[in-house]
């Protein structure tokens, strides 16, 4: 019997100890997220230690442990938080694109997939590089199965949408090539070159090679 594959992204991180019930212990959890938070955001992850954390959230060692079994469980809630925020903040920018031409549609699409990366990124390089595939911000809240139920659920009807501008015999493959292969490489660009991925020519190419997918030569 093959085992049964996760539900959801975040269920591929390393997960608490136990999950809080009561105000008390939600309340507790969240001030040592959000130490985690600040510690990562300021000092890096060289100075996220235990003693640190207690000392910056008021909670002691012993409660800490009694929620979080080890560093990277620590470091995954303040992902999870992360990913919950930037996930509202994308429901919010997908009305705007309406009305917007494909290629400024996905120039918008495209600079926010680099801003969530780069974000993820500079808290926890290795951390964002172990857990590539469940730090994937548009499969965060999604009831896709797949890769490819998400693409066909999101890249799909985008190119749809704008079907005079896509001038290829297969949408659903240019579907994919987005949502997969431009994924791929902005994870990898931001993993390996970060400064040249902040560079406005990176962008540019991105969109230049989206557009060469629906409108080949």
Known sequence: MKPTSPSRPKDLL?????????????????????????ILDREGEEALTVSRIAEVSGAT???????????????AAVY???????SEQLHLMREPLRGLTLEASLRQIFANMLRVEQRLHRLSPGFHARYRTALHLGQWH??????????????????????ADVQISNPQLAAYLLGKGLREIIHSAVQDMPA?????????????MAMSCVRPR
């Open 61 to 75: 060692v012993g409660s800490i442990y009694q929620y979080f079994p080890s560093k990277e469980s620590m470091i």
């Open 196 to 208: 040249q991925a902040q560079a406005p020519a990176f962008l540019d190419a991105l969109v230049a």
């Open 14 to 38: 390393p997960q608490p100890r136990k999950l809080p019930v009561q105000s008390r212990s939600r309340a507790l959890v969240d001030a040592i997220a959000e130490a985690c938070l600040r």
């Open 80 to 86: 999870e938080r992360i990913l919950d925020q930037e």
């Open 142 to 163: 999604a009831p896709h199965t797949s890769t490819q139920d998400f693409i066909d659920a999101t890249w799909l009807p985008l190119l749809q949408m704008h079907g």
